[in-house]
């Protein structure tokens, strides 16, 4: 009995969880992306070894600045923590440049350590088939002003997250999708499915109510499923759906694309869950 309590303590004490953001260039992604309160409740009770990254997403996620970046980062939290079991949490555009190393091994020679070490990925709202909103703002259809906080203009991440190019990448570049080869490790996504901005619903103002408000104005160019940003299909294209929001959420309330990284409506406790 003891010598399998003692297996186990060494197995959770080398688990690790790197929080992986989305399209932009962080350079302090624990307060402005995630915000402390959501990377403190995931990993209550899961240790102290996480890391947050912080890359230039506003590149092609196989650059040096995105995939280079986040192989870097990896590598150095893997082997300064001797970390055996790593579970990635990604949002959004973060889910391509994770899978971008996990379909191209032969890519970088870091990539084979980090995906021999990842336990599974949880992807937060992933633009695994791009959004619609990338092919406006790329036409110039759409006022930047209001994607700008979420999109980060016309940079070349938004550039590939047009539909017709995500459709290019995920069959030529991208394992996960539907005729393509798995991936080696678990990709479950959560799917946001709505948007909600009230001012009357409490439940409007988490994570910022004028967030929520900008993203009700460009659901319009999307499907009725969608978080404001992607729409579910996009949301669920690759790797497995472990959950859409209203099914698993407190309230049954959805999640719309800013508060799929913020601690809303039990979120952040289903992700520490599962950890």
Same mark, same amino acid.
């Given at each position: 009995?003891?010598?399998?309590?003692?297996?186990?303590?060494?197995?959770?004490?080398?688990?690790?969880?790197?929080?992986?953001?989305?399209?932009?260039?962080?350079?302090?992604?624990?307060?402005?992306?995630?915000?402390?309160?959501?990377?403190?409740?995931?990993?209550?009770?899961?240790?102290?070894?996480?890391?947050?990254?912080? /890359?230039?997403?506003?590149?092609?996620?196989?650059?040096?600045?995105?995939?280079?970046?986040?192989?870097?980062? @990896?590598?150095?939290?893997?082997?300064?923590?001797?970390?055996?079991?790593?579970?990635?949490i990604t949002h959004s555009n973060g889910g391509n440049v994770v899978r971008w190393i996990m379909s191209n091994p032969?890519?970088?020679?870091?990539?084979?350590?980090?995906?021999?070490?990842?336990?599974?990925?949880?992807? @937060?709202?992933?633009?695994?088939?791009?959004?619609?909103?990338?092919?406006?703002?790329?036409n110039g259809t759409v006022f930047e002003s209001i994607l700008g906080w979420i999109l980060g203009y016309q940079s070349?991440?938004?550039?590939? #997250?047009?539909?017709?190019?995500?459709?290019?990448?995920?069959?030529?570049?991208?394992?996960?999708?539907?005729?393509?080869?798995?991936?080696?490790?678990?990709?479950?996504?959560?799917?946001?499915?709505?948007?909600?901005?009230?001012?009357?619903?409490?439940?409007?103002? /988490?994570?910022?109510? #004028?967030? #929520?408000?900008?993203?009700?104005?460009?659901?319009?160019?999307?499907?009725? /499923?969608?978080?404001?940003? @992607?729409? /579910?299909?996009?949301?669920?294209?690759?790797?497995?759906?472990?959950?859409?929001?209203?099914?698993?959420?407190?309230?049954?309330?959805?999640?719309?694309?800013?508060?799929?990284?913020?601690?809303?409506?039990?979120?952040?406790?289903?992700?520490?869950?599962?950890?």
């Open positions: 009995m003891l010598l399998l309590l003692g297996f186990s303590a060494i197995s959770s004490a080398n688990m690790g969880v790197a929080f992986v953001h989305g399209t932009g260039n962080q350079t302090d992604a624990y307060n402005d992306y995630w915000t402390g309160d959501f990377v403190k409740s995931v990993m209550s009770g899961n240790g102290t070894r996480y890391t947050i990254i912080n /890359c230039e997403f506003e590149e092609y996620m196989w650059t040096s600045p995105a995939a280079g970046c986040l192989a870097g980062q @990896l590598t150095s939290f893997i082997n300064a923590q001797g970390i055996t079991s790593l579970n990635v032969t890519w970088d020679s870091r990539y084979p350590n980090i995906i021999n070490k990842i336990n599974k990925v949880i992807a @937060l709202a992933p633009s695994s088939k791009g959004t619609p909103l990338a092919n406006a703002v790329m070349d991440a938004v550039r590939m #997250q047009q539909t017709s190019w995500m459709a290019s990448y995920n069959a030529n570049y991208l394992y996960g999708t539907s005729g393509r080869p798995s991936l080696p490790k678990t990709f479950k996504s959560v799917v946001g499915s709505d948007v909600e901005s009230s001012p009357f619903d409490g439940d409007s103002y /988490c994570g910022g109510y #004028q967030y #929520q408000v900008a993203l009700e104005v460009t659901q319009n160019w999307l499907a009725s /499923c969608s978080d404001g940003f @992607l729409e /579910c299909s996009s949301q669920a294209g690759a790797g497995s759906v472990w959950f859409y929001d209203t099914s698993r959420t407190k309230g049954s309330e959805p999640l719309s694309h800013h508060q799929s990284r913020r601690d809303c409506f039990n979120l952040d406790t289903i992700i520490r869950a599962d950890i």
